[in-house]
């Protein structure tokens, strides 16, 4: 489907949902949205974005996207999308554990809607540049009705396979992606530990074998504490939760995970869960100033 003349309805306008708004309207696609903060509506209503309520886009969107918080929010936006509206296409991205994801998937089967689940990788910097990917689950056919809207918001997107998959894609990557962003800050204060400039270190860093794409992204804003959020921390444990969770299903110890997710509930604990994950360096930096304030 190409077809731009029916509305796109986007429910959810924080980080990542307004970001998915931007990318539809640059691309030509009419899009209604809501949210509970009236200031994100509005910031979004100065580029093209028409402000609506959930009845208005269950009745007037054939395709719809989640981009909540929790998966309990989805649960509770979609509910209230079947009772105002027929048969639509909802599209998930709000990243939920992969049973979770399937529960959703019957819930909108028993009322006839349609459902794929679509968490981004990246953040909702990366995904308004266009370098977020899409990782999506759901019947082929399915997937088919919204392969012009995923293109528009990240062009590189897959089909995992079915739905449940994409999130245990998206769990798996982004505990990957936390870890590389643990490691940089624990090397760039190691560095500065040592002694050496921070910025000239990255630099090196960057030329080195140990070069991640957390170095582009997340270096300097660790380097000049601009924490802010591009993906809170806040919601950054959430998903550690959730691997952690189900990695206990699975029967695998993820041990690094571990540590990480204790850096992150420190973080939390001193009043930065909504800063930009990127701010675990500031707990790392604390270790060393507690030993260094024992001597």
Known sequence: MTDKTDAVGVIGLGLLGGAIARRLLASGYKVLGHDIDGGRVLALASVGLQPASAA???????RIVI?????EQVAA???ALYNAAPPRLLICSTTCDPQGSVDLAASAQAQDWSYLEAPLSGTSAQVLAGEGVGLIGGAPEVVARAADLFTAICPRWFRVGAVGDAGKAKLA???????????????????????LDGAAFLDIARNSAAYSQVMDTKGSKMLTGDYAAEGRAEQTLKDVNMMLAEAGRAGQPLPLLSVHAAILRDCVAHGEGGLDSSVV???????GSAVQGAR
Do not use: K
């Open 173 to 195: 990557v982004n505990l990957i992606l936390g870890l590389n962003r643990l490691a940089l800050a624990e090397g760039l204060v190691f560095a500065e530990r040592l002694g």
């Open 56 to 62: 208005d886009i269950a009745r007037l969107c054939p």
């Open 281 to 287: 360096i500031e707990q790392i930096r604390r270790f």
């Open 67 to 71: 981009a909540v918080f929790t998966p």
């Open 77 to 79: 936006v979609a509910q």
